[in-house]
């Protein structure tokens, strides 16, 4: 498509719907039919893309919508997070304002990557962290670890996260 960048074509070539799974990893690997092109991230996002064009259609309009979806959400949850730290309605509000206008999180949520479902994932990472420190039980710590475990699998770059809260977790035994 004339309208998407290399990195938005490589994402949509990849998340065929109309290929089987093992074709998906081979144009993942970089099979691009005359020459090789790899990404250096897992996967996983690209999947849950072919998912998505599967279940709405092929059509990269719907890549854009896709990640617009996690672009929006991230708006709310960032809003959850902020009230781990105050307790002030304007301040939060503030902040759904500010993360509502800010022009890298809108033009991310206009690209067909991993970026803003990354940011999603990580979030709610973050809020069920929080959430299982404030009362531990074995249902909050199985559902932060597996999406901990999720959240490494899109993108290995957030395990950095997990081990900065591990480190807080050892610490406070």
């Not at 970089?30 to 996967?43: A, C, I, N, Q, S």
């Not at 849950?48 to 709405?56: D, R």
């Not at 509000?93 to 990580?122: C, D, K, M, P, Y």
Request: overall charge positive; charged content about 15%; aromatic content about 20%.
């Amino acid at each position: 498509d004339k309208n998407s960048w290399h990195d938005e074509w490589h994402s949509i070539y990849v998340s065929d719907p109309n290929i089987d799974n093992s074709e998906t990893l081979k144009r993942f690997w970089g099979d691009k039919g005359d020459h090789f092109l790899t990404e250096f991230y897992p996967p996983l996002y690209l999947f849950l893309l072919k998912f998505f064009f599967k279940i709405f259609g092929y059509v990269d309009d719907y890549g854009r919508f896709f990640s617009l979806i996690f672009g929006v959400l991230v708006v709310p949850c960032s809003m959850y997070l902020a009230k781990f730290f105050t307790n002030s309605k304007k301040n939060i509000f503030l902040i759904g304002i500010f993360l509502s206008t800010n022009l890298f999180l809108i033009w991310q949520s206009l690209e067909i990557r991993a970026h803003l479902l990354v940011v999603f994932i990580n979030l709610i990472n973050i809020i069920l962290f929080l959430e299982m420190i404030k009362s531990k039980t074995l249902i909050k710590s199985s559902v932060y670890f597996l999406v901990s475990l999720f959240n490494i699998s899109l993108w290995p770059i957030s395990g950095l996260i997990f081990v900065g809260k591990s480190f807080y977790l050892l610490k406070e035994v």
